[in-house]
């Protein structure tokens, strides 16, 4: 049996696996940082209409990421469907960091408008890079 340097998983290329399971690392991170060294920082971006607290919020979220960057790392039949979930977990949290530039909160060293205004150009970055890296190659 021989291994391919362009296919991973069945019909995935290997930048395309590499660059999911990159980014389910960093979510898993980042969901781990939510519940433990960076829970303050991250209440920074929790839009005001949010009904739970702000606290609540980052601990949910930060199960949500570790959730969707578990299944990003694990390989499966499924990795469209774990994409398009992440990507909506993407989207739902845009708002969080337009609140986080409209009301001039710092946080993760954003500490001007023009930092906080180029994370947001990033997100839909994101968005792409997940849905392109949970993508086949015949699709």
């Known amino acids: 049996m021989s291994v391919s340097l362009t296919k991973i998983n069945g019909d995935q290329s290997l930048p395309r696996a590499a660059t999911r399971v990159l980014m389910g690392v960093a979510l898993v991170g980042a969901g781990v940082a939510h519940m433990t060294v960076a829970r303050d920082e991250f209440q920074a971006q929790v839009p005001e209409f949010v009904p739970l607290s702000k606290d609540a919020t980052v601990l949910l979220s930060g199960v949500a990421e570790i959730g969707l960057g578990t299944a990003l790392i694990i390989p499966g039949e499924r990795k469209r469907t774990v994409?398009?979930?992440?990507?909506?977990?993407?989207?739902?949290?845009?708002?969080?960091?337009v609140?986080?530039?409209?009301?001039?909160?710092?946080?993760?060293?954003?500490?001007?408008?023009?930092?906080?205004?180029v994370r947001?150009?990033?997100?839909?970055?994101?968005?792409?890079?997940?849905?392109?890296?949970?993508?086949?190659?015949?699709?």
């Open 83 to 97: 994409g398009l979930a992440t990507a909506g977990f993407f989207t739902a949290i845009f708002p969080g960091n």
């Open 120 to 139: 947001l150009v990033f997100q839909p970055v994101l968005i792409a890079g997940v849905l392109w890296a949970t993508r086949d190659r015949r699709s």
């Open 99 to 117: 609140a986080q530039w409209y009301h001039q909160r710092d946080g993760f060293g954003l500490d001007t408008d023009q930092k906080r205004a």
